[in-house]
């Protein structure tokens, strides 16, 4: 079980969080954590004149496998509105439910091998779940 979920892609996209860090003033900002493994995940946004991510922001302090869905929630987040990031998050649960298909996000299907270990999905998730809250959140202040 350990070699394929943490396998050498995984491991590589967990060392990209190393250079994460949190914006200054963001417009929402959201920490999720796994009650299971005690992961912790932050995320900032910054969201554009239409509703988009302009900007992100994280601090992950997770397992190898919620550090790596972090690092690709950062690499595809800008330019995605709230409703897009709350599709991604329930579909991503759903998938590693055993339930649909694969995400739409790109190299979520990494993960493939998780989906067998409820006790590793919510980390995975936690990223994606921070990032749908904390979107939802600066859009509603903005058009308050």
Known sequence: MTANLYNTEILRL?????????LPDPHASIEKRSPICG???TVDV???EDGRVAAVGMLVRACALGQASSALLAREIVGR????L???RDALATWLAGEGVAPEWPGLTLFEP?????ARHASIRLAFEA????AAIAGRRAAA
């Open 81 to 84: 509105n709230a409703a897009e």
């Open 14 to 22: 967990a060392a990209e969080t190393a250079q994460a860090v949190r």
């Open 39 to 41: 992961s912790r995940v």
């Open 46 to 48: 910054i969201l554009d």
């Open 114 to 118: 998780a989906r067998p270990h409820s």
């Open 131 to 134: 990032a749908a809250e904390a």
């Open 86 to 88: 709350a599709a991604a």
